[in-house]
Structure formats: C-alpha cells, structure tokens
C-alpha cells in the first residue's frame, strides 16, 4: 500500500541512531542505512544529515516523519480492513518473530483443529515485513510494551519466570544460582519491550542494593554487546533461552515473573475469535486438566 521504506525511516527518525532503529526491525545497521539512501534517491531529496554527534533530520526530513506518520497509519488501517473483506473467512493469520515465538500455539493448534477442521492457519513474518503486522489476527507473545501491540487485547496463558542470563563466558556462568552479592559486582539491563509484574517494586529492590542498572535496550546487536563484552546481567524470562542459545540461564534472586499470553487485534477474524474462545476454555474452563501447554 506504501513504500515499506517509510517504516525504517520512521524508526531511523526517532531514534536518531541507525543501530537502534535496525535493532527494532531485526535487521543490520548496513541494511537500514541502504533503505535509507534508495528512499533519498527516489525522493531526490536528503533527509538525514550525518554528523559526528549522530543523526539530525533536515526540513525535508522533518516533513516527511510528520506526514508519513499518518500516512503509514492510514495505509495500515487500508490493508487491515481488506483483510477482513478478502475470502479468508476460514483462516486464522498469526503473526510471527524472533522476538515474537510460536510456544504454545502449535499445540494448541493440534488441540482445536481437532473439533474444527475446517479452519487453517496461516503464519506471517512480521520479522521481515514488520509493515504486515495488521494483516495478523494473533501474536503469541509475553506481555510487552512495545507500542505497535498497545490497543491490541491480551489473553494471559501463564506466568513465565524471569532468569539472570549471562554469556557462556561470564564468570558467573558456572554458577547454579546467582545471589545478590553476585549481582552487585557487575551492571543489570532489561529489555526496553520487557514488563515485569511488579517491575516497579524490582527497580526499587535493585536500587536499594545498590545494584548497577544499564539503560534498556532493544534486543539486537547492541543488547548482546552489553553481555557478551561488558559482562553484563541480562533479565529475561526463561521462556527466552531458545532465542539466547548462546547464553546460560540462572534462577533470579527474586521471584518475579512475566505473564505470558496471545495477543489480539481487536477486529481479529470470526476464526480467530472462535480460536481464543478455546483457549480461554483450555486454561480457565471448568474442565481443566493438567494436560495444557505449558512451559
């Protein structure tokens, strides 16, 4: 519906930082930078002046972030409602990442198709097209701040416990657990996208021990940076170790969890509706039993 190029420049403008913004798409700072100059090229015009302090947006760049947010908004909410006039009343579209996994679903899945055999499923990787989220009825994800999911609604599965992850390097990585004593010898970082229950009374807790707290990051390259080099304490649910394979996962000090869900937009599909319903039923339903995906 637009030139998907207007989403890169979009987040290259907030940030101000090609790093960051590659790392909320999931791709490399050459690959931003790349879309960055075919966009100029194809507008004849220069949109971002470099400088050795960062980014700086020019008058044409200011221009274009403010018209091409509603635009990109507009064209969004276009490529939503065809979806729901298409004839794909018997598919339900799940969206798909690698910060976004499908845990539980799949089996879900083979729960429901089993007395509704007529639906399919169908997955999308908003990884490498983030403009086809809207086209998603579903997303399996723990609960997040990440803005593009705030009016979407949010079925809570389960509770994940948050872990200390640590490179395999790190001097703490032979250890079975971690204490505070540990923790106070190196710096914590969270996910910017991360929402802990209780997160508040955490922050106050490691503030009070005087433990160190690096500013959140995104995951992507400068967040493995942070703890593969700087040493640093990653908190992360442990549901996450399957992305961090190269990080080894101990039990937190403190016991605090992420709740974890699906997501849902809130004009989802007949399809997808009659989906969630199920699951609601699995885990909340009279009849529950010990047999439901867990992690």
């Not at 198709?113 to 809207?134: F, R, V």
């Not at 802990?196 to 690096?214: H, M, S, T």
Request: glycine share 4%.
């Amino acid at each position: 519906m637009y030139n998907r190029q207007l989403d890169t420049f979009l987040l290259a403008a907030e940030y101000l930082n090609f790093s960051k913004a590659a790392a909320a798409l999931y791709i490399t700072p050459s690959a931003v930078i790349q879309q960055i100059n075919h966009l100029e090229q194809d507008l004849q015009v220069t949109l971002f002046i470099r400088t050795r302090h960062g980014l700086e947006l020019t008058k044409a760049g200011q221009f274009l972030k403010e018209e091409a947010t509603e635009y990109v908004r507009l064209g969004q909410k276009i490529r939503s409602e065809l979806r729901q006039i298409d004839t794909r009343d018997n598919t339900i579209c799940v969206g798909t990442s690698l910060f976004l996994k499908i845990r539980l679903v799949y089996d879900l899945w083979v729960l429901f198709s089993k007395k509704q055999k007529h639906y399919d499923i169908h997955l999308i990787n908003i990884d490498e097209n983030p403009s086809a989220l809207p086209e998603a009825d579903l997303i399996e994800s723990m609960y997040t701040n990440k803005p593009e999911l705030e009016k979407w609604d949010f079925l809570k599965i389960c509770d994940v416990p948050l872990g200390c992850a640590v490179a395999k390097g790190h001097p703490l990585a032979v250890r079975d657990r971690l204490t505070i004593e540990d923790m106070k010898q190196y710096s914590v970082i969270f996910f910017q996208e991360l929402v802990i229950d209780q997160q508040e009374r955490l922050l106050a807790e490691l503030k009070r021990l005087q433990i160190p707290i690096v500013d959140s990051e995104p995951y992507g390259g400068p967040l493995i940076w942070n703890c593969s080099y700087r040493q640093n304490i990653l908190f992360a649910p442990t549901c996450m170790q399957d992305i961090f394979y190269d990080m080894v996962f101990l039990p937190c000090p403190w016991k605090f969890t992420v709740s974890y869900g699906i997501y849902s937009r809130p004009n989802a599909s007949a399809p997808a509706k009659e989906f969630l319903a199920f699951v609601q039923d699995v885990y909340y339903g009279e009849n529950v039993t010990d047999a439901v995906p867990v992690f």
